[in-house]
C-alpha cells in the first residue's frame, strides 16, 4: 500500500539554526499538508500546498516557515530560526483530491534545544 | 470555524470490553468526519471515515462509528477491545468547503487496554 514518507524520523538543532523537514507524498496525490502536534496537545493544521503554491495556511505558518516542492516527489517544510517551542513532532499528509482522506507519515520528532 | 470535543481524556477498559469513545463537532454544514489512531511513536493511522451516506461506518480492526447529525456527534465504537488497541484516539472534521482544505483534530483520547 502506498504511504507517505517522512525523514529524519527525529532531529535534533540549536535554537537558531534552520531545519529542512522532507516528506515524499503519495506519488498520485495533488495536495500536500503538514501539521505539528506539540508534546500533549492535539494535532494542529499548518500549510496546504497545491499546484506549487500555498493553498491556505494557519496563524502558526508565520514568516519563519516555508514549504517547497523542489522536484516530482519531496516535499518540504523549512523553518528558517528554530525557536524553543518549534519542538513538536511535524507530519506530513498527502490527498489525492481537496476533499479526499488525508494520508499521514509517522512524522519528524523535532527537538530545538 | 470548525471546533472538535472529545470529552474523555483517558479511558481504560479490559480487553474483551465494549468501547465507545464520544467526538462531538462544531460545523456550519455536512461535515467530513475522521477517526485516526495514532500507537506510540507512530503516526496517524485512518480508522474511518464518514462522507455521506449511511450514517453507520465501518472502519478497519473491526472499529465503527455512527455519524449523528441531531447531536452533532460521531462516537467511535468496538464491540471486544484487543490489548493491541491500546492507543491514542483523535477525531477530525474537514475540510469546511471551498479555499479551505485543513482537518481539525480533537485533543485525543488515550485509550489503555487492562490485559
Known amino acids: 500500500e502506498p504511504e507517505v514518507t517522512q525523514t529524519p524520523s527525529h532531529q535534533v538543532t540549536q535554537m537558531g539554526q534552520e531545519v529542512i523537514l522532507r516528506c515524499v507524498p503519495i506519488s498520485n496525490h495533488l495536495y500536500f499538508y503538514w501539521y505539528r502536534q506539540i508534546l500533549g496537545q492535539k494535532v494542529e493544521f499548518l500549510v496546504s500546498f497545491y499546484n506549487n503554491e500555498i493553498s491556505e495556511k494557519s496563524e502558526i505558518f508565520d514568516d519563519q516557515f516555508s514549504v517547497e516542492r523542489p522536484d516530482g516527489s519531496n516535499f518540504t517544510l523549512k523553518i528558517r530560526s528554530t525557536k524553543l517551542e518549534d519542538s513538536a513532532m511535524y507530519f506530513c499528509?498527502?490527498?489525492?483530491?481537496?476533499?479526499?482522506?488525508?494520508?499521514f507519515g509517522a512524522g519528524t520528532r523535532l527537538s530545538v534545544l | 470555524a470548525q471546533s472538535v470535543t472529545q470529552p474523555d481524556i483517558h479511558i481504560t477498559v479490559s480487553e474483551g470490553a465494549s468501547l465507545e469513545l464520544r467526538c462531538n463537532y462544531s460545523?456550519?454544514?455536512?461535515?467530513?468526519l475522521f477517526w485516526y489512531v495514532q500507537s506510540p511513536g507512530q503516526g496517524l493511522q485512518l480508522l474511518l471515515k464518514?462522507?455521506?451516506?449511511?450514517?453507520l461506518v465501518q472502519g478497519i480492526k473491526g472499529f465503527e462509528a455512527e455519524f449523528k447529525r441531531s447531536q452533532s456527534s460521531f462516537n467511535l465504537r468496538k464491540p471486544s477491545v484487543h490489548w493491541s488497541d491500546a492507543a491514542e484516539y483523535f477525531c477530525?472534521?474537514?475540510?469546511?468547503?471551498?479555499?479551505?482544505?485543513?482537518?481539525?483534530f480533537g485533543k485525543g483520547t488515550k485509550l489503555s487496554v487492562i490485559p
Open positions: 477530525a472534521v474537514g475540510p469546511s468547503g471551498a479555499g479551505s482544505y485543513q482537518l481539525t
Open positions: 499528509a498527502s490527498s489525492e483530491l481537496a476533499k479526499n482522506i488525508q494520508y
Open positions: 464518514y462522507f455521506s451516506g449511511d450514517t
Open positions: 460545523y456550519g454544514a455536512t461535515p467530513y
